[in-house]
């Protein structure tokens, strides 16, 4: 069957070799103009943190703030706060790091991803609100929505106080050590990133061309009443968010809101396959409570977001501002440089410099 299915997509990639090209230059310039920026920084960020005492300090302090709300163990602090703040993959990525270092166990991690993978402020409110939705409010609001929702999940996972297994705390490496160290890693993670965004942007584009993805559309919107260009929006959403919420916003309206609302905490594929390229792949840590608890965090984020939308001034989303237009047209420099930059990355992550002696 695999057989089967593999000649079914060589032969769909050769009958649809334009429009998958077009896909893949889409996802470059995702990662160009949204991906690489935002989330870059943080990713070193987060890397320092899990690699130095810097890192405990702030874990500490978040865990005074917040072990009376919900009981995280102490070596959580830094990853709840980063997870809010870096972007979808930099809570999984730290807390693979905590469980290389025997810092928290496995299933201490498999439950912790379960709120700390959430989209950014900057993805929130500058590209899903000022952008897409025409709304720096509306973002402020979907951030608020999603932060309410993770602490919910939160609780949920950690129901009461206990002990958390963890092994010795390895001793730290020189911060000029640590921050190569995370500079190289963020370049792994990015590449990874990256490598699913295109991915699935060809996917997307595949499915679009040979009209699967309408036809699951109309098929959904006749089982269940929904709006084609509803379903059509929410089918993209799962594949890949960012293109889901540009086709959520074209909406309009606080369906197209809410629908945004859902797709940022379901979070999509793609996120999901970001996230399982943090860990090894012997890992233990477990992935179906990761997976399960996506639709929850959709579900609450959108109730969440339906009580914030009433508070919304009717001039902060104003009707028809719905342009969907987030990412430019992409350009043959674009790609280039976004071809250039992954290549960079590569070299750096798989020829490292030689230590010396």
């Known amino acids: 069957m695999g057989a ?151 609780r949920l996972s950690f129901p009461k106080r206990r002990e958390f297994p963890v092994g010795p705390t390895p001793p730290y490496p020189p911060f000029a050590n640590a921050f190569v160290e995370s500079v190289r890693s963020a370049c792994g993670g990015i590449l990874s990133i990256c490598a699913f965004v295109i991915t699935f942007s060809a996917i997307t584009a595949l499915l679009r061309s040979t009209g699967l993805l309408e036809a699951m559309a109309r098929g959904l919107g006749e089982m269940t009443g929904m709006e084609t260009s509803f379903a059509l929006a929410l089918f993209t959403g799962i594949l890949e968010v960012t293109a889901g919420c540009l086709n959520a916003s074209a909406l309009g309206g606080e369906q197209g809101f809410l629908l945004c609302a859902f797709l940022v905490s379901f979070s999509s594929l793609s996120i999901l396959f970001q996230v399982r390229s943090c860990f090894p792949v012997d890992s233990p840590v477990q992935f179906r409570r990761l997976a399960g608890s996506r639709f929850l965090h959709g579900a609450l984020t959108t109730g969440f977001a339906s009580l914030l939308f009433r508070l919304l001034p009717s001039a902060a989303l104003p009707a028809g501002n719905f342009s969907g237009a987030l990412i430019p047209k992409t350009t043959p420099h674009m790609a280039a440089t976004t071809l250039c930059l992954i290549c960079m990355c590569t070299i750096l992550v798989l020829f490292p410099s030689r230590q010396r002696g």
């Open 4 to 154: 089967g299915m593999a000649l079914v997509v060589a032969g769909a990639l050769l009958w649809k070799t334009q429009e998958v090209t077009t896909g893949v230059r889409a996802g470059l310039n995702t990662c160009a103009s949204i991906v690489i920026p935002s989330l870059f920084p943080f990713m070193v960020l987060a890397g320092i943190l899990s690699t130095t005492s810097v890192g405990q300090v702030l874990s500490s302090g978040v865990w005074k703030l917040t072990h009376r709300l919900i009981p995280l163990p102490r070596q959580l602090g830094a990853v709840f706060l980063m997870s809010f703040l870096g972007g979808f993959p930099v809570g999984a990525r730290m807390l693979s790091d905590l469980v290389k270092q025997k810092r928290i166990d496995p299933d201490t991690a498999s439950r912790a991803l379960c709120f700390c993978v959430n989209a950014g402020p900057s993805f929130l409110i500058s590209a899903v609100g000022v952008n897409m939705l025409g709304s720096g409010p509306a973002g402020l609001a979907l951030l608020g929505a999603q932060v309410a929702s993770a602490l919910v999940i939160a």
